[in-house]
């Protein structure tokens, strides 16, 4: 079934010389990769995201460090954490997302399923809850 968002364990190769974990496209993630960025030299307090996606779908990950993902789409809100390289938050377009909690030497790698377009993107909260409001996904979603 759709999900909206959902938390992904990542493949993990132990080894005594360290751990070792992979991401391949459209089996890890459910798309084509065709894009890496990453926050990182976050100071205290600062917070990230406030926006959603009009197609954009991605993964966040922790590479080091730890912080939240508050997540919403428009119904229903969640707040979840991430703290180990090995899991990830898997993000359908059409969610909210907000980043917070980031501890010192945190960083957060996105992998996103496109180039980088200012167009896709919803950055007031009213615009994005009358997008979401008007999706048959986001009805469906209510009568639950
Ligand atoms: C998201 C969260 C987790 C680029 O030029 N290329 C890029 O690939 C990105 C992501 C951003 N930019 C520019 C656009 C802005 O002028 O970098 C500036 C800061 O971007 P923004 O304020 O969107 O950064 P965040 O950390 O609030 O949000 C980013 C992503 O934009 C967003 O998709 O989910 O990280």
Redesign the pocket.
Known sequence: GLERWKTVELPIVHDSRGNLTFIESNRHVPFDIK?V?Y?YDIPGGAQ????A?KT?Q?M?IAMSGSFDVILDDGFVRQTLSLNRGYCGIYLEKLIW?E?VNFSSGAV?M?LASDF?D?SD?YREYDEFIKAVRGTPEALGNKAL
């Open positions: 894009r960025y926050l990230r995201g406030g926006h996606h954009l991605q966040l997302r980043l957060c996105v980088y200012e993107y």
